[in-house]
T-cell receptor
Framework: SQQGEEDPQALSIQEGENATMNCSYK?????LQWYRQNSGRGLVHLIL?????REKHSGRLRVTLDTSKKSSSLLITASRAADTASYFC???????????FGTGTRLQVFP | DAGVIQSPRHEVTEMGQEVTLRCKPI?????LFWYRQTMMRGLELLIY????????DSGMPEDRFSAKMPNASFSTLKIQPSEPRDSAVYFC?????????????FGPGTRLTVL
């Protein structure tokens, strides 16, 4: 079964608006990562947040992590049409080198 | 750096044929991962190698699938015989693991269609 589940499955917004995607996971983790996938392309790493961190920023991206709720959120501020993509969270399965990817959120940003 | 290189980018074959997908990881990375992505099942980890040794192949769907990593700069994923349900996009990713799971760098993928 999936370790991570994203919510919502799909999100449509206008350029300039903020987009928030959520990820819930099941077991304890060392870190959580967010990846973006443009249509027809491979996944691209966006940001990694470690289990002892609560919030992290990278440009227009803000990631939060709540280990007590086993959840994370990705906020994209001032969205652009180029942000249109699928976004996946990924967690490491305990004591392994594997990443378990969630089901993804499809974000559509309209100009 | 050229990033992770995969070939071919597209493969169309007939049921029963052998398919070989190739991957060149980023130089210096010590781990390599093969994934399969479909609409129905999402992104699934098939197998991963660390220092050219297969560590976990529990995601390999069945004996028709095999993967090798003869050296640090090359890996293959083979399907023999192929079936229509193997149609998917297959991604290779590499990373440098120095502790807990770290960032993975994905190739562009191979889109496989089995008729």
């Amino acid at each position: 079964s999936q370790q991570g589940e994203e919510d919502p499955q799909a999100l449509s917004i206008q350029e300039g608006e903020n987009a928030t995607m959520n990820c819930s996971y099941k077991t304890s983790i060392n870190n959580l990562q967010w990846y973006r996938q443009n249509s027809g392309r491979g996944l691209v790493h966006l940001i990694l947040i470690r289990s002892n961190e609560r919030e992290k920023h990278s440009g227009r991206l803000r990631v939060t992590l709540d280990t007590s709720k086993k959840s994370s959120s990705l906020l994209i501020t001032a969205s652009r049409a180029a942000d249109t993509a699928s976004y996946f969270c990924a967690t490491d399965a305990s004591n392994t080198d594997k990443l378990i990817f969630g089901t993804g959120t499809r974000l559509q940003v309209f100009p | 750096d050229a990033g992770v290189i995969q070939s071919p980018r597209h493969e169309v074959t007939e049921m029963g044929q052998e398919v070989t997908l190739r991957c060149k990881p980023i130089s210096g990375h010590n781990s390599l991962f093969w994934y399969r992505q479909t609409m129905m099942r999402g992104l699934e980890l098939l197998i991963y190698f660390n220092n050219n040794v297969p560590i976990d192949d529990s995601g390999m769907p069945e004996d028709r699938f095999s993967a090798k990593m003869p050296n640090a700069s090359f890996s293959t994923l083979k399907i023999q015989p192929s079936e229509p349900r193997d149609s998917a996009v297959y991604f290779c990713a590499s990373s440098f693991l120095a502790g807990p799971t770290d960032t993975q760098y994905f190739g562009p993928g191979t889109r496989l269609t089995v008729l």
